[in-house]
């Protein structure tokens, strides 16, 4: 492991946090003393992606990050709520057991995600992944949030006032 400041090779473990598919370490270099956070993540197994067109490619977890970061661009988004849609995907990916996945089934993961956490990024990232063919289609998936909004809005309502 090479200090990110000095690039000494030697350094020591201060403190160790597990989490469901990551450790965390604080490191101090032995060398110039400086503190940094190291990730590990468990390797998992080779998982396939079929994209729309039939072509199959290896399940990259940067271009998930990235898409969701552009849907999420200039928006009150923290990073570590990004982080976490990622992690919860990856790790629903792998707990399926399966050595390919439709890209379809990504999307939908992220899509019921960002619906919960951003409505403005949910119809950035609804726009690409679905290829809107007119302004009306995009009008109607609109259409569609506001009425699922006014639904959950009523039903958490029903349940305030059944306590």
Same mark, same amino acid.
């Given at each position: 492991?090479?200090? !990110?400041?000095?690039? $000494?090779t030697e350094n020591r473990?201060?403190? /160790?946090?597990?989490?469901? =598919?990551? #450790?965390?370490?604080?490191?101090?270099?032995?060398?110039? +003393?400086?503190?940094? /956070?190291?990730?590990? &993540?468990?390797?998992?197994? +080779?998982?396939?992606? #079929?994209?729309? =067109? +039939?072509?199959?490619?290896?399940?990259?977890?940067?271009?998930?990050?990235?898409? #969701?970061?552009?849907?999420?661009?200039?928006? !009150?988004? !923290?990073? !570590? @709520? #990004?982080?976490?849609?990622?992690?919860?995907?990856?790790?629903?990916? $792998?707990?399926?057991?399966?050595?390919?996945?439709?890209?379809? &089934?990504?999307?939908?993961?992220?899509?019921?995600?960002?619906?919960?956490? =951003?409505?403005?990024?949910?119809?950035?990232?609804?726009?690409?992944y679905r290829r809107f063919?007119?302004?009306?289609?995009?009008?109607q998936e609109i259409q &569609?949030?506001?009425?699922?909004?006014?639904?959950?809005?009523?039903?958490?309502?029903?349940?305030?006032? @059944?306590?």
């Amino acid at each position: 492991m090479l200090c !990110p400041y000095c690039a $000494h090779t030697e350094n020591r473990v201060i403190d /160790t946090r597990e989490s469901a =598919d990551v #450790i965390r370490r604080r490191r101090q270099c032995l060398k110039c +003393g400086k503190r940094y /956070t190291t990730y590990e &993540r468990i390797a998992q197994t +080779g998982l396939m992606v #079929i994209k729309q =067109d +039939g072509r199959r490619e290896s399940f990259d977890r940067q271009k998930l990050m990235s898409g #969701i970061v552009k849907a999420c661009a200039k928006r !009150p988004v !923290p990073m !570590p @709520a #990004i982080e976490g849609i990622v992690d919860e995907i990856e790790l629903e990916l $792998h707990q399926m057991a399966k050595s390919e996945v439709d890209s379809q &089934r990504i999307g939908q993961m992220v899509m019921q995600r960002l619906r919960v956490l =951003d409505d403005v990024a949910y119809v950035r990232f609804a726009s690409v992944y679905r290829r809107f063919a007119d302004l009306d289609s995009l009008a109607q998936e609109i259409q &569609r949030l506001k009425e699922r909004k006014q639904r959950e809005a009523e039903e958490r309502l029903q349940v305030k006032m @059944a306590i």
